[in-house]
């Protein structure tokens, strides 16, 4: 049984830099991609980006230019860093991890979630 | 991007009644289209994939179908813990979710 568990601060300031780690514990690390979703009221569920077990990555476009997601093998963990937040980027950050011997995103488990506020 | 569009955005129904909710693609995704269950302050949860292939644990009265642009999400008999917001989601491309049906008790 695999548990997400997730943690980061929760309140920036404008221009400053949101970070937040996800770690894995149970099930195979290598076996799955692991992602960043946000959940806004005005936009809904945005995906972020992923991250394989290689350090492969891949981004939204919408968001490529301010995203960096990373990978630590040896603590099974995986980090969001978001540069240059606005009060757009106020939404709760979700971690999740997909199989990756399918083609398809599927989200098959979650973090418990992590409300991060900008605000000045 | 492809856009997804369910409907109804809510929607009121009674234990025991049958629901289909309603999503479509701006472009063909052949069938690559997920619904996932959201309750209150909680992660979203994998129901269906595939836009047909229940998840290991989803009770059978969940059932999806559809394949291109069109897909439905239908629940057989309404049970009490299914009161939640449902949300469809392509992973043709780069994913991309509908904006939920919250589904409330009538």
């Known amino acids: 049984q695999v548990q997400l568990q997730q943690w980061g601060a929760g309140l920036l300031k404008p221009s400053e830099t949101l970070s937040l780690t996800c770690a894995v514990y149970?099930?195979?690390?290598?076996?799955?991609?692991w992602s960043w979703i946000r959940q806004t009221p005005g936009k809904g569920l945005e995906w972020i980006g992923e991250v394989l077990h290689s350090g492969t990555t891949n981004y939204n476009p919408s968001l490529k230019s301010r995203v960096s997601i990373s990978v630590d093998t040896s603590k099974n963990q995986f980090s969001l860093n978001l540069s240059s937040v606005t009060a757009a980027d106020t939404a709760v950050y979700y971690c999740?991890?997909?199989?990756?011997?399918?083609?398809?995103?599927?989200?098959?488990?979650w973090g418990q979630g992590t409300l991060v506020t900008v605000s000045s | 991007d492809i856009q997804m569009t369910q409907s109804p955005s809510s929607l009121s129904a009674s234990v025991g009644d049958r629901v289909t909710i309603t999503c479509r693609a701006s472009q063909s995704i052949n069938s690559y289209l997920n619904w996932y269950q959201q309750k209150p302050g909680k992660a979203p949860k994998l129901l269906i994939f595939?836009?047909?292939t229940l998840q290991s644990g989803v009770p059978s009265r969940f059932s999806g179908s559809g394949s291109g642009t069109d897909f439905t999400l239908t629940i057989s008999s309404l049970q009490p813990e299914d009161f939640a917001t449902y949300y469809c989601?392509?992973?043709?491309?780069?994913?991309?979710f509908g904006q939920g049906t919250k589904l409330e008790i009538k």
């Open positions: 989601q392509q992973s043709y491309t780069t994913p991309t």
């Open positions: 149970g099930g195979s690390f290598s076996d799955y991609s």
């Open positions: 999740a991890r997909r199989p990756i011997r399918y083609f398809d995103f599927r989200f098959e488990d």
């Open positions: 595939d836009a047909s």
